[in-house]
Structure formats: structure tokens, C-alpha cells
């Protein structure tokens, strides 16, 4: 996984950079908020950053709710700063940043903390595909019912001869849609006896 440095100070962004690579990921550093999110702009496999509050141009914070209103996700932030304290980390996640490292850092806590980002956005990821996989088998529902009548409640479909008969398909069909508004006799019969 690569992970986006912004930080303007060059002993800091060298430290990060040396501790990155040594613990196995990518690193793609930047001297500045405005540098980092031009490389956003363009590589879209970076999935953390590690960004310095105080920069020139575009501040950390800023850079922040940048790439919260520009919805990039996934897409994990860590702010790695002088600034401590209760109210600096509460500024900061009301940013947007998901988590918060006073300098100077420890590097085995920083390496957690990575770590802990790195999970979270291969969860985000699992399910940002897992969502879309769903919505496709949706669609691919939708379509079904335009062409052969299933039924909205046991998902059974009807062939030419008009019988009744249950699928094995690789998605669920009994949504219980309204919209499509068939119903089996079966079904028919069961919702009756329940009125």
C-alpha cells in the first residue's frame, strides 16, 4: 500500500519516509497541502496520508476537508503535528482526519496507528465492492422481472405454460418489489389466509 507524506519539514518528511519503506509500504512524498493534492489528483491508488497541520499553501486541515468534499475514498488521514491537546484533536477529526499524532511521535505508536489505517481502508474497500457486486445483482433483478414474471415474494418464475417454478440463480429474486407487483398463486393464497 503507498502512502501520501505531506510535510513541509525535511527532516520530518525524511524520518517518515525511511520508517515507511523500512515497515514495507509505498511512500509518495510531498513538501506541501497544495503539492499533495495535485498528486491526489492523479494517482488514485493512494489510500493514507500523513499530513503535517501547519504547511505552506494548503495546510494539513485544509487538505483534509478537501479530500472529504472531493469524496476520495477510501482514503485514510493522520495528522502527524506539534499541536496536542484535546481541542486539537477534536478540531481535527471534525475535519475529517481519522486519526491524530502529536510530534514528536513514537514510531512503534505511529506504525499501529498505520496499521489500524491500513485495515480500515481494505474494510472500505471490501465493502465499497461487495456494494457494488450487490447493485449490479440488482440490476440484473430488475431486468429479470421486466422479461420472465417472478414472483415478489418467494421469487418463483412462470414459464410460457403458466407454472410456477423456483430458480437457482447466483442472486436473490424475492425482493418483495412492489413495483413489479406478481405474485404467485401459492403466495397468493398464503398472503390471503394472513388478511
Known amino acids: 500500500m503507498k502512502i501520501l507524506i505531506a510535510d513541509d519539514d525535511p527532516i520530518i518528511r525524511q524520518v517518515l519516509m525511511n520508517l515507511l519503506s523500512k515497515w514495507g509500504y509505498g511512500v509518495v512524498p510531498t513538501t506541501n497541502g497544495a503539492e499533495a493534492w495535485e498528486v491526489l489528483q492523479h494517482d488514485s491508488t493512494l489510500r493514507i496520508g500523513l499530513f503535517d497541520w501547519f504547511m505552506p499553501e494548503i495546510n494539513g486541515m485544509e487538505l483534509t476537508r478537501r479530500i472529504r468534499d472531493a469524496n476520495i475514498a477510501p482514503f485514510y488521514i493522520i495528522l502527524v503535528t506539534a499541536r496536542g491537546g484535546k481541542d486539537s484533536l477534536l478540531e ?100 390471503s389466509k394472513v388478511r
Open 92 to 191: 481535527a477529526l471534525d475535519a475529517g482526519a481519522d486519526d491524530f499524532v502529536s510530534k514528536p511521535f513514537d514510531k512503534e505508536i505511529l506504525q499501529a496507528r498505520i496499521k489500524v489505517g491500513v485495515r480500515s481502508v481494505e474494510l472500505q474497500s471490501y465493502l465499497i465492492q461487495r456494494l457494488s457486486t450487490a447493485e449490479a445483482a440488482m440490476q440484473g433483478v430488475a431486468q429479470f422481472k421486466n422479461f420472465i414474471p417472478l414472483c415478489s415474494v418467494c421469487g418463483r418464475a412462470k414459464d410460457l405454460n403458466d407454472q410456477w417454478h423456483k430458480l437457482d440463480l447466483p442472486y436473490q429474486t424475492g425482493t418483495g418489489d412492489t413495483a413489479f407487483h406478481i405474485c404467485c398463486p401459492d403466495c397468493r393464497e398464503k398472503i
